[in-house]
């Protein structure tokens, strides 16, 4: 149980906040596949890419930790090794739908579990493309959950041309990494872009990615090369929740350190913007392909908005912090196209309408893929739960400390995208 009190003051000063997450687990997969050791600088050390490292040195990597550093040296792209045991995932749906990928070309087999979260969640989206590709995938029951086992395949691994159904990184991932292993180039077509760092990463690595329009072609590859060091910027998923704190609470001024701004991450500076928050960023710089700035934010009055479409994979994980803000705006707020938010780690929007009108009552409801936010509600002193969903528990709990206070049943699943989120807030 964690209580939250209410904050009688603005933020103020400097914050660092923890590297990105799906950058990171990215970094530790694509260190696994090179022969020579790579640096990874501002590892996020939480449970999800710890479960990554985990399963990749299950793989045969061999993986340190040296301070903050993460020190990854593989076996070469063609040098898997087949895993002993069950390959655990926990609460990560990165680990595991990047890893079904890359295992699926694998000529031994591998069998994928995760926690009571993940083993709920849809994995017929990877299933299926992998499957088209000569995959053998078996899934639990007709709707493929977890337990999942890959067979090796009985024929090599062909290229496909596959439209995606949905907007989803991790799925455009898996089929990027099996596509390296395929006899034949693999095109993923997507007309709602998703976040691009894995082929960000694998043109680092030196992988054959050609881009046209939204047509993405990735070669198949005998090796990768590795760089020696991979700096991982800091995670604008968990920086949200200071820029929403920082707009919302009055006298604010805050400066958040060397935050990933890839364009296909910063949909909720946009929307926040479009809100009338005063959010600035500076001094942009670039390491291994990836842009990074610091944010400056001051407190400001905010709007209510309506928005939906393209934008949404920009700023998916960060509509539970957006809904606070927008509680506090005036007017309404809606937010269409947003289903996907149903099946990540809890089901957000029930979460939202459910936990977040306990603080603020009659504020928020959804349909089965909109969230309608009347912002300037009265806000009362709530116990709520978190759903063991991270990205819930920090939501609640910015929105507790800027409203009347909150105490959260089970705090400790921030450890999946920020062990040391409530150090920072204290
Ligand atoms: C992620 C992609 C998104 C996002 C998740 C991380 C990634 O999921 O919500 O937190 O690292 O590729 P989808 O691929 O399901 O959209």
């Known amino acids: 149980m964690k209580k939250i009190l209410p904050l009688n003051h603005g933020l103020r000063g400097t914050i660092k906040i923890p590297g990105d997450k799906s950058i990171s687990h990215r970094s530790v997969i694509l260190s696994s596949l090179g022969t020579t050791p790579v640096e990874i600088e501002n590892f996020l050390a939480g449970a999800d890419c710890l479960s990554t490292v985990a399963c990749m040195k299950a793989l045969g990597a061999t993986i340190e930790r040296d301070d903050e550093k993460l020190l990854v040296t593989g076996n070469g ?3 898997l090794r087949e895993p002993e045991n069950v390959l655990d995932a926990g609460n990560s749906g990165t680990t595991l739908r990047l890893l079904m990928g890359l295992c699926a070309p694998q000529k031994f087999l591998t069998t994928f579990t995760g926690d009571d979260s993940l083993r709920k969640r849809p994995m017929a989206r990877v ?13 639990r029951n007709e709707n493929k959950n977890l337990p999942i086992t890959i067979l090796p395949p009985e024929k090599n691994l062909r ?12 799925v455009k991932s898996a089929i990027l990494l099996a596509g390296l292993f395929a006899e034949t180039p693999t095109t993923v077509i997507e007309n709602v872009p998703s976040r691009n760092h894995t082929e960000k990463m694998l043109a680092e690595f030196g992988a054959r990615l050609e881009n046209r329009a939204n047509a993405l072609r990735i070669f198949p590859a005998e090796n990768l090369t590795a760089p020696e060091k991979i700096f991982v910027p800091g995670d604008i998923s968990s920086a949200a929740y200071w820029i929403v704190l920082a707009t919302i609470l009055k006298d604010s001024d805050v400066t958040i350190e060397n935050v990933g701004i890839n364009k296909t991450r910063t949909g909720l500076i946009d929307v926040l913007q479009q809100m009338g928050a005063s959010i600035e960023l500076l001094n942009e710089r670039t390491s291994g392909g990836e842009k990074f700035a610091d944010v400056h ?8 908005v309506e928005f939906g479409g393209k934008i949404i994979p920009r700023l998916i994980d960060e509509i539970p912090a957006l809904a606070v803000a927008a509680a506090f705006a005036l007017g309404t707020t809606i937010i269409r196209d947003v289903g996907e938010l149903r099946v990540k780690e809890s089901d957000r929007l029930a979460a939202i309408v459910e936990e977040f009108n306990k603080i603020s009552p009659d504020t928020f409801t959804a349909t089965e893929d909109s969230l309608i936010i009347n912002g300037g509600q009265e806000k009362i002193f709530a116990e709520c739960k978190t759903r063991a969903d991270h990205r819930m528990a920090m939501s609640l709990a910015i929105f507790g400390a800027a409203a009347q206070g909150v105490t959260l049943d089970d705090e400790t699943c921030v450890d999946i995208s920020y062990p040391n989120f409530f150090e920072e807030l204290s």
């Not at 596959?162 to 991790?170: D, G, I, L, N, T």
């Not at 934010?297 to 209510?304: A, F, K, Q, R």
Request: aromatic share 12%.
């Open 297 to 304: 934010v001051v407190s400001s009055g905010l709007y209510g």
């Open 77 to 79: 792209l063609h040098g």
């Open 159 to 170: 290229g496909i041309f596959y439209k995606m159904p949905v907007a989803s990184a991790q």
């Open 127 to 139: 299933i299926k493309p992998l499957t088209q590709m000569n995959a053998r995938i078996f899934g």
